[in-house]
T-cell receptor
């Protein structure tokens, strides 16, 4: 149980395009999901907390207009990287919370050319 | 602001050796502490979770301890195997929050 999926697993896009990443809790409902970013050989940095039916809470320094988060249902949260640039290339990981435990997705590798 | 530090940053050991990974956190007001494993290019696998009221947790060859007052945790891996090679991350949730704060990780390589 408690499986979280992410789609796509890898994406390559041109600079200036937008990319949407989906995070799904497959066998449980998650009122709260989290989005993290990880640069090579660095730890996970929390970007935002996504609550179903309400606006996401962004961490300091994270541009909410650049990283759009939608949590439309109890099993799905999406992160859209708008007007992506090469510096947005990173590994994006989501997690879904169930009973105070976070379950992590497999991550999405984004490469912006 | 909570900060989590992991030492060493990287560790290479021969197969069969017992080893200890260290984690420290600056604010002792934590709710729990977790150790995760991350394989290259993959997501996180939770290994052990220690509640703030607990001193240690064990799972197979893994044992994690927590000294909340001193802001320290250790992950002990017994009889290491090449399959244990991965990055090990320590993370805490603060007492009145729901956010995980991660350390930078320890890259472990177990040589056969």
């Amino acid at each position: 149980g408690a499986v979280v999926s992410q789609h796509p697993s890898r994406v390559i896009c041109k600079s200036g395009t937008s990319v949407k990443i989906e995070c799904r809790s497959l066998d449980f409902q998650a009122t709260t999901m989290f989005w993290y970013r990880q640069f090579p050989k660095q730890s996970l940095m929390l970007m935002a907390t996504s609550n179903e039916g309400s606006k996401a809470t962004y961490e300091q320094g994270v541009e909410k207009d650049k990283f759009l988060i939608n949590h439309a249902s109890l099993t799905l949260s999406t992160l859209t990287v708008t007007s992506a640039h090469p510096e947005d290339s990173s590994f994006y990981i989501c997690s879904a919370s169930q009973q105070e435990t976070q379950y992590f997705g497999p991550g999405t590798r984004l490469l912006v050319l | 602001k909570q900060e989590v530090t992991q030492i060493p940053a990287a560790l290479s050991v021969p197969e069969g050796e017992n080893l200890v990974l260290n984690c420290s956190f600056t604010d002792s007001a934590i709710y729990n502490l977790q150790w995760f494993r991350q394989d290259p290019g993959k997501g996180l696998t939770s290994l052990l979770l220690i509640q703030s009221s607990q001193r240690e947790q064990t799972s197979g060859r893994l044992n994690a301890s927590l000294d909340k007052s001193s802001g320290r945790s250790t992950l002990y891996i017994a009889a290491s195997q090449p399959g244990d090679s991965a990055t090990y991350l320590c993370a805490v949730i603060e007492e009145y929050g729901n956010k995980l704060v991660f350390g930078a990780g320890t890259i472990l390589r177990v040589k056969s």
